[in-house]
């Protein structure tokens, strides 16, 4: 089982930045990537980042060169960095753990983003 914890979240306004952060527990070794989702009010859940274990990295095409993801193995931390915010970016940010059959195995609880001025 791998537990995770995901921190950082808050109200900015349009054209700010927030870092999100994300910590792993538990059997973490064989992780092999973690990433990010988010879920907009009355949305599905959407992907917007990922990022395996040798650092490769994926993004949505609404957040390329805005976001960008991160990991610190020493901290099994993954980051996410948001810059340019933008109303739409509002949601609940999940973190993910361990990338199988299309998303991921392990999920935290969620942390709210909100952009508005």
């Known amino acids: 089982q791998v537990q995770l914890v995901e921190s950082g979240g808050g109200l900015v306004q349009p054209g700010g930045s927030l870092r999100l952060s994300c910590v792993a527990s538990?059997?973490?070794?064989?992780?092999?990537?973690m990433g990010w989702y988010r879920q907009a009010p009355g949305k599905e859940r959407d992907f917007v980042a990922r990022i395996w274990s040798g650092g490769l990295t994926y993004y949505a095409d609404s957040v390329k060169g805005r976001f960008t993801i991160s990991r610190d193995n020493a901290k099994n931390t993954v980051y996410l960095q948001m810059n340019s915010l933008k109303p739409e970016d509002t949601a609940v940010y999940y973190c993910g753990a361990d990338y199988t059959a299309g998303s991921f195995k392990y999920w935290g609880q969620g942390t709210q983003v909100t952009v508005s001025s």
């Open positions: 538990g059997s973490i070794v064989s992780i092999n990537a």
